[in-house]
């Protein structure tokens, strides 16, 4: 599975984007897509994931905040990112793991990263 993530750029605080992932190898089904972000000088950190079903699941950094969601048929992903502040800047990875009992939250568990896309937040 290749992975390759799109629509990061500088926007200011209070601002939106949306991030687009291409999937391209092979058909997504009975996969998780997700995104994690990294930070300078932090670890890379579990965003959001949504399952073949739709099925959503957000962490700390999404709560509220961002929406992601997919279109199967196009083997898209997206993370709409509403009223970001600057703690919100980090390369953002778009990811893909194998449908498991539970959500993969930790980045040793995931199958597959995109390159990540730079999203910085500031005036």
């Known amino acids: 599975v290749q992975l390759q993530a799109s629509g990061g750029g500088l926007v200011q605080p209070g601002g939106s984007l949306r991030l687009s992932c291409a999937a391209s190898?092979?058909?997504?089904?009975?996969?998780?897509m997700g995104w994690f972000r990294q930070a300078p000088g932090k670890e890379r950190e579990f965003v959001a994931a949504?399952?073949?079903?739709?099925?959503?699941w957000y962490g700390d950094p999404g709560k509220g905040q961002f929406i992601i969601s997919r279109e199967n048929a196009k083997n898209m992903v997206y993370l709409r990112m509403n009223r970001l502040e600057p703690e919100d800047t980090a390369v953002y990875y778009c990811?893909?793991?194998?449908?498991?009992?539970?959500?993969?939250?930790?980045?040793?568990?995931?199958?597959?990263w995109g390159k990540g896309t730079q999203v910085t937040v500031s005036s």
């Open positions: 949504i399952r073949w079903s739709g099925g959503t």
């Open positions: 190898g092979r058909t997504l089904s009975g996969y998780d």
């Open positions: 990811t893909a793991v194998l449908e498991r009992d539970t959500i993969v939250v930790a980045p040793d568990g995931i199958d597959y």
